[in-house]
């Protein structure tokens, strides 16, 4: 086996269990929380906001109101609304989380560390263990820093997708006619 091979192996079984550790409790009160807000606003840091601007076009091409945080078109946020932070570690993001708390929004964390100060203010905080420091608790990796997290953010979050179509009867031409138009796909591809 070439070390390529090797490493494949090794870098998809780490995923595999952090997501399969992810509780479906978690995961089922995550999807309500979407499906009852009047607009969602997703938030992370570095490579973590890769997951998160994914998630947000999927959510925006399933017809939810979506935004990433601050970006120029994010509206203003409050009672009825939600906050999805990705990660939820740092003392930014909790400046955002107690922000958003005080505006009267509801806060779900998607994190390795529910149990931190953080996790204090959500009104969800789904437990996705991949290795960001390495704890007893993290699923560990053979990857540099936080990358099994980030990767498994990113996966976690379009098998949510893919459950919000189904739950939610979204069907893909819809969500292909909210795509953009200004890629300049052949109408062949289109």
Known sequence: MSQYAALVEKVINENRDTLLAVDPQQIDQLITE??????????????????????????????????????????????????????????VELNIIKLAKEAGARIVLLTAHPENEHGQYADLAVRVPGQIFGGDQEIPSIQPMSTLLEQSLFLFTDIVTMMLIEQCGIQMDAMKASHTNLEGLPHKFA
């Open 34 to 91: 979407i499906r009852q807000a009047k607009t969602i606003q997703l938030y992370a840091m570095g490579r973590m906001q890769l997951s998160v601007r994914g998630f947000a076009m999927r959510l925006k091409h399933m017809g939810f109101d979506s935004y990433v945080v601050y970006d120029t078109t994010s509206p203003y946020l409050g009672k009825g609304d939600l906050l999805i932070v990705h990660c939820a570690v740092t003392n």
